[in-house]
């Protein structure tokens, strides 16, 4: 790899944008493609897919044989409140390698006892979120059902951009954090993009079935393409 090529490609995983270093198998020659650039390339379609699947392989296109090695960020799961969902939810998250981060003012709530292993903040979200920096890369799961823990921090997700935002609740519940959340300045557009009720419909009623049908909605969003998406929603 050529020592420009090198330096981009480090700026790029520094700054958590993805990145796919092209390879022509035949010939050794390289380009890197950055995140924003993959719309408008001619491997738009191989790219996007090997982006979403979160892995490196090997494409023929027009008789030509590429690697595709793709570097994506490490997806972060910040979780919104230290309840029973969320001890099903975090071990379950890290065992897919989500670099995960517990959430609440609470402190008989957020305890090592109650979540060995994860990091917590003791903290309400104004102060807690900031230093963790949530980006797209990131899933925002808000379950304390208290309005004043989960109404901020759901305003901090709509900024960040993350890729995935589900918070608990009926859709009677979620009309009402609708109208409050509103009143703070969130558009329609932020509102409409929380799954809520949160997970996908499984039938899921205890904590650990709730933690799983949390988990693969957010994996549906991370690795399917946008029509199958909609169709999971």
Known sequence: MKLETLKELNAERAARRPVIVVTD???GEQRLVKANDIAADPLC???SKQLRMGKSGNVEVAGKKL???VYAPT???VIIGAVHISQALAPLARALDYDVTVVDPRTAFASPERFPDVPLI???PDV???PLNVDHYTAFVAVTHDPKIDDPALMHAFDRDCFYIGALGSRKTHAKRGERLR???AKDSDIARIHAPIGLDIGAVSPAEIAVAIMAEITAQLRL???EKEEAA
Request: no cysteine; glycine share 4%.
């Open 75 to 77: 997806a972060k799961l």
């Open 67 to 69: 690697f595709l090695n």
């Open 25 to 27: 198998t035949a010939n």
């Open 45 to 47: 379609a191989e790219l």
């Open 225 to 227: 393409p946008p029509k």
């Open 183 to 185: 009143a703070q300045g």
């Open 122 to 124: 003791a903290e309400w």
């Open 128 to 130: 807690a979120l900031p």
